[in-house]
């Protein structure tokens, strides 16, 4: 049975390796022991004094970070208590696009529900969340005191709901959202059905009537709405040869932009459907702006080192160390973006131009500075990486931690 107390062995377990290197004083044993130890004494007291939290603005946003180790490995306890003991966990990003795919491709008509869950987080019911947790006897009571204490004093900051950028929050909502989950998985007319976060995607066999449907889900929110700016609903009709090769629906869904085709007409009787899929645009002028945010810093640093290491960051792939879980994983241009159809991908061929153009202009006082501050070499290595390329190629780049938080300062509170 899985051990949900707060002791000295299990919270020394969930200490990571990025521990150590933001607090050098865990070598120290005796430290080790005093950090642990509060960390016990909180979770019988709760947080006496008020949590030390740094609040980011984020994309209009509050997000939250614990600023002290013993908080973190308080809230990392209890996370983990209620993740294996009631087995919720976040659906894999990777795994809902590829089945995604797979449904969209299908020749028979459907219908495609797109919905986002309005100011998620900050909209939550915790009152009764709480309430649920302390009728559940499978979590313990010192876990339920965690999660009261932390959220009576974020309470007391004026902030309403679970905070963004917690792990416990994610694990919460979670929770929350397991009724809705069950009944739109278990519902006659969904073929396909799957929510990351917020963001929510749904099948039918379009024989339903959608307001009354989107309604009746609704209902199963405990209180959450729907955004009706971002609900999007698309009716994909039979395969007929008059509509070969015509688009039937195009939208973005985490991360990426998805365009649904009829087959060829020489091809009109095939029993599925062309999808193609690209970086969504909102990624791409993201990455464009990290392509200029590095060019800006250095027209100011002229450390010429760190712009190579910025932009191979961007348009390559490198792995780094997960903040929530402390696992070590692959991101970048490939790994972030893997399902691009890239025969078709038209935004990593405008990212490759983009970057061209930005390190060749000689317009405007910021591309006169870069193109001053280059020799003819340093410019010539920096244009050989190519977003395709990453890709394609799979181009991976090794960075310490450290360098990593020196790279990605220039865009960390984007």
């Known amino acids: 049975m899985f051990d949900q107390s707060f002791t000295d062995k299990t919270i020394s377990n969930l200490i990571i390796k990025s521990d150590f290197a933001k607090n050098p004083g865990l070598y120290d044993k005796n430290v080790k022991c005093q950090i642990v130890n509060q960390c016990i004494e909180k979770s019988v007291t709760g947080f006496v004094d008020n949590i030390n939290v740094v609040k980011n603005i984020i994309n209009g946003k509050i997000v939250y970070k614990i600023k002290f180790l013993q908080d973190e490995l308080l809230l990392r306890k209890a996370s983990e208590n209620i993740k294996r003991i009631t087995s919720v966990k976040q659906q894999n990003r990777d795994n809902i696009v590829s089945n995604l795919i797979c449904f969209l491709r299908e020749g028979v008509p459907y219908r495609i529900y797109k919905l986002d869950i309005k100011s998620f987080y900050e909209t939550i019911d915790t009152a009764n969340m709480l309430q649920e947790m302390k009728k559940n006897i499978v979590i313990s009571k010192p876990t339920t005191r965690v999660v009261e204490s932390l959220l009576g004093h974020i309470e007391g900051f004026g902030f309403r709901g679970l905070p963004r950028g917690l792990r ?150 490198y792995s780094l160390i997960d903040r929530k879980s402390g696992v070590k994983r692959k991101a970048g241009i490939y790994y972030s973006y893997k399902h691009v159809t890239f025969e078709n991908s038209y935004c990593l061929k405008d990212l490759d131009i983009f970057l061209k153009k930005a390190l060749l202009s000689t317009n405007g006082k910021v591309s006169t500075k870069v193109n001053n501050l280059l020799s003819i070499d340093d410019r010539r290595n920096l244009l050989k990486l190519t977003f395709c390329n990453g890709f394609t190629q799979k181009v991976f780049f090794h960075f310490s931690q450290q360098r990593l938080t020196k790279i990605m300062e220039c865009w960390a509170y984007e």
């Open 168 to 317: 416990l929050s994610a694990i919460l909502s979670e929770l929350i959202m397991r009724r809705f989950d069950n009944y739109c998985q278990n519902n006659n007319n969904v073929f396909f059905y799957s929510r990351f976060v917020d963001d929510i995607i749904i099948i039918t066999s379009a024989l339903e009537e959608r307001t009354e449907f989107i309604t009746s889900l609704e209902k199963k929110m405990s209180g959450l709405q729907f955004n009706p700016k971002k609900t999007e609903v698309f009716d994909i009709s039979k395969n007929a040869k008059s509509e070969a090769d015509k688009i039937l629906a195009k939208f973005n869904y985490l991360g990426y932009e998805l365009t649904i085709k009829n087959p060829p007409k020489q091809n009109i009787k095939q029993n599925y459907r062309n999808v193609f899929v690209d970086i969504a645009p909102k990624k791409v002028k993201k990455i464009k702006t990290r392509i200029i945010r590095s060019l800006l810093s250095f027209c100011k640093n002229k450390d010429y080192d760190l712009l190579l290491d910025r932009l191979r960051l961007i348009s390559g792939n």
